[in-house]
């Protein structure tokens, strides 16, 4: 099971980015998958997932309203589009795949002017 994200970067606030997984080993389209953040000095927060049936999706309220999950069969990618981004989102954020325990090595999001 591995999972790489990309798509990370420096944005101003107001800006969008799209961050994508990519998973080997398993997938996607058959488990649960999560998005996680971990910003700077504080506890990993969970900030997106999507079910195993890609009907369901949860988000932090922090991000509701402007964060979308979803997922590429086809590619076996789960993808975060983050819109109208913040300061306070800057963060690492993480691919993650509950069943399994995994995680990736986690894509840099900045947001700053």
């Known amino acids: 099971v591995q999972l790489v994200e990309s798509g990370g970067g420096l944005v101003q606030p107001g800006g969008s980015l799209t961050l994508s997984c990519a998973a080997s080993g398993f997938t996607v389209s058959e488990y649960d998958m999560n998005w996680v953040r971990q910003l700077p000095g504080k506890e990993r927060e969970l900030v997106a997932q999507i079910d195993i049936h890609g009907i369901d999706t949860n988000y932090a309220d922090s991000v509701k309203g402007r964060f979308t999950i979803s997922r590429d069969k086809a590619k076996n990618t789960v993808t975060l589009q983050m819109n109208n981004l913040r300061p306070a989102d800057t963060a690492v954020y993480y691919c993650?795949?509950?069943?399994?325990?995994?995680w990736g090595q986690g894509t840099q999001v900045t947001v700053s002017s």
């Open positions: 993650a795949v509950p069943f399994f325990g995994s």
